[in-house]
């Protein structure tokens, strides 16, 4: 009976390897499928009738509901990606109300750490990091107003169609929300050689990485390999890749996007306005001093360019073409005049009179206003956009033939290529919001299909595609398709009833959706039938027992202690280990306030080429690439740092102080450290020995010990 049902699972869930690949399920929109009729059994939530139905095909039955103190630390490391209070877990135990659980649920999403776990899963697919990466690894100074920008995207549960807009065009959907120009950041986010011999490769490269991380994020499409030619294995055409990528070419990819409210915009204008009055003077006679050295020295080196160079430079920035960017990008550093090399060209008297200047100046400091917030982002440049060519084998200087923007053939009606509908805004092109709106459609057959599955995964340990970011021919196939088409349906609310916008596109409510099921609620405990016939559990028969990330360890470790910060928002906190130099990157400042270190891991300085150790050896993803789904290796380093890093000692030294002031009591401590780490009070033997243990041993090494316990670093 056995092999017979484990057959029967193998073939439902086998990929389908006779379809043609214009006839893959992907590439069709989801229609709504009828939930499914489970003889002898209703369901509240749909999602148990879809599991279940399969259940019961396969002859296997749901595990058991976790118990209680299970569920809630469950949901809380879930949502907030910390553990729950003995009052929180206290609660909810006690809660005999038949909505206890939804209201646990409830008061998760509501909280604002809600979007610092989940803004979290959204920065590893976006390649979030506060350097540049390769040799120098320069930092970002502003590349943190991403990060805050998605945390409180998360929090307010802002439509996820607008959350894509307002990434792939904010600053052609919502010109005047500085909200939305933070949000084109996402495009920068990869890793960027700044100190490259050729700026026109560089800004190629940035173009290929944003056309590959935009495809891969928001439609779970892999295709880098279109850019050197044909897609091998989907059918995805080399035309088809740079058809894509013309959508970004007129973009002006910004460091210095100002995103000052109107508010502080016009505060900012009037005290700079009263700075230049009272100093106008003191600066005319300094530029007079300075600026004939400064413009001999810039002809000097621009005599020695290019005749086409020169003339990209002596036009105005507003009226350069696509080329004529490229050509100033590519030769700006040989033309740079710095104010030191202006200092050594002076003469003695000029000088002299220079520094008494500035001295003057000086003194009026204090009336200058601060320089204004900017952001990494992107501006369409306006006029007509540059040229995109299809490249040969994806090389600069071997153009193929225009291509205009379009989106891949084999997500369009009858699979035929067709240009783009794209509509000119007065100061852009309109580009990228006619491929925002394409890609934020309902009508998209693998936009809610996507994020759909990226909450799946994330809640029950596996998606109901395992690739996450590969819904392509060579992805996995789904376990439960109708299931999945049902909840893409559910989240794009194609068909809601006119009127019903609070359905649409709300990621909290899929949350509670699927947290609110039966399925979420199962216990880790595999039945013997489960256990031989499902081993992966692709069907969903259990809950997936699973070890918490790095961020989320660490984090813990600094709340049992009472030691979390929970200041939210702002620069990157840069830790000791942190700062120290790196290959050829300089070294950073470590952040002053030693207040600052105790902060959310989500807010520590993330460098590309140096790791913080604690968090790689619970791995940490590779910020150069996108990250559909973290790692979860058990090896030797993660033990020897909850056992020996400076993270884990401080923090039991910290806990032990706690447990001193909270608890009278040997066995008031050793109960409170158990419901601290674990999330539950020790049995009877573990108590035994916890008081044994601590004859010969520290408070604070029980503590360690706890730490070290699998229970505190993996959920049931």
Request: net charge neutral; proline share 7%; with cysteine.
């Amino acid at each position: 009976m056995r092999t017979a049902a484990a057959l029967l699972i193998f073939v439902a869930l086998a990929p389908c390897q006779a379809d043609e690949p214009q006839n893959h399920w992907a590439w069709k929109k989801p229609e709504r499928p009828k939930v499914p009729a489970v003889e002898g059994h209703s369901f509240a939530n749909p999602i148990d009738a879809f599991i279940r139905a399969k259940l019961v095909a396969a002859k296997l039955s749901p595990a058991p509901t976790a118990t209680r103190e299970q569920l809630i630390r469950r949901v809380t490391f879930d949502l907030h990606g910390l553990p729950p209070t003995p009052e929180e877990i206290d609660a909810f135990v006690n809660d005999k109300a038949p909505d206890a659980w939804a209201k646990v649920v409830d008061r998760l999403l509501a909280s604002s750490r809600y979007g610092e776990r989940w803004g979290r899963h959204w920065l590893d697919l976006a390649r979030y990091a506060d350097t540049n990466g390769y040799e120098f690894d320069e930092p970002r100074p502003d590349a943190w107003r991403y990060r805050d920008y998605v945390i409180k995207s998360f929090n307010d549960d802002k439509p996820f169609d607008r959350f894509i807009i307002e990434q792939l065009a904010g600053d052609e959907a919502f010109p005047n929300n500085p909200e939305a120009l933070v949000a084109t950041g996402f495009n920068l986010l990869g890793p960027d050689m700044t100190d490259s011999a050729d700026q026109a490769q560089r800004r190629l490269n940035t173009l290929t990485d944003m056309t590959d991380t935009a495809a891969l994020a928001f439609l779970g499409l892999t295709v880098t390999c279109a850019r050197c030619h044909d897609h091998k294995f989907e059918p995805i055409s080399q035309k088809d890749y740079f058809r894509l990528q013309a959508f970004f070419t007129p973009a002006n990819f910004r460091k210095d996007v100002p995103v000052a409210t109107s508010a502080e915009a016009k505060a900012r204008a009037i005290a700079l306005r009263n700075y230049e009055e009272l100093t106008k003077d003191l600066r005319k006679q300094v530029a007079a001093i300075e600026e004939p050295h400064r413009k001999r020295m810039f002809e000097e080196r621009l005599a020695k360019l290019s005749p086409d160079a020169q003339a990209a430079h002596r036009t105005a920035p507003t009226k350069r073409t696509g080329g004529q960017i490229e050509l100033v990008a590519e030769t700006e550093a040989k033309v740079r005049v710095t104010d030191a090399e202006v200092a050594k060209a002076l003469t003695p008297a000029e000088k002299t009179l220079a520094e008494e200047l500035k001295a003057k100046l000086k003194a009026f400091e204090s009336k200058k206003p601060p320089a204004p917030p900017v952001a990494m982002g992107l501006i369409d440049k306006p006029g007509p956009p540059p040229k995109t060519f299809l490249l040969e084998r994806g090389e600069l200087g071997k153009k193929g033939v225009e291509v205009e923007p379009g989106f891949p053939a084999i997500l369009l009606p009858e699979n035929k290529e067709a240009p783009a509908a794209v509509k000119a805004l007065p100061s852009s092109t309109g580009r990228r919001l006619a491929l925002a709106n394409w890609v934020a459609s309902a009508d998209n057959p693998l936009t809610a299909r996507v994020i759909v599955n990226r909450l799946w995964q994330h809640h029950f340990g596996r998606g109901i595609v395992g690739t996450a970011s590969d819904f392509g021919v060579r992805g996995q196939k789904p376990t439960h398709p109708e299931l999945l088409d049902w909840l893409a349906c559910e989240l794009a609310g194609s068909d809601h009833k006119a009127g019903d916008d609070s359905r649409s596109w709300s990621l909290k409510r899929m949350h509670r959706l699927m947290l609110l099921s039966e399925t979420y609620q199962q216990s880790t405990q595999a039945s013997t039938d489960a256990a031989a016939v499902d081993p992966d559990n692709k069907l969903f028969a259990r809950a997936n027992r699973l070890r918490l990330e790095g961020e989320a360890v660490r984090d813990s470790l600094l709340a049992v202690g009472g030691r979390l910060n929970p200041k939210m928002d702002g620069p990157g906190v840069v830790l000791p280990e942190a700062s120290r130099a790196a290959g050829g990157s300089r070294a950073v400042a470590v952040t002053a306030d030693s207040a600052e270190h105790t902060r959310r891991s989500v807010y520590l300085f993330s460098r590309r080429n140096l790791k913080l150790a604690f968090l790689e050896a619970f791995d940490l993803p590779d910020s150069n690439l996108s990250c559909p789904k973290r790692e979860r290796s058990t090896t030797a380093t993660q033990a020897l740092a909850l056992l020996n890093a400076e993270e884990t000692m401080i923090a039991a030294k910290a806990l032990a102080d706690r447990l001193t002031h909270e608890a009278k009591t040997e066995d008031a401590r050793v109960a409170l450290a158990y419901r601290l780490t674990l999330g539950r009070a020790p049995s009877a033997k573990e108590m035994d020995r916890a008081k044994v243990f601590l004859k010969e041993s520290p408070l604070s090494e029980l503590c360690r010990a706890l730490f070290n316990v699998n229970e505190f670093v993996y959920l049931d």
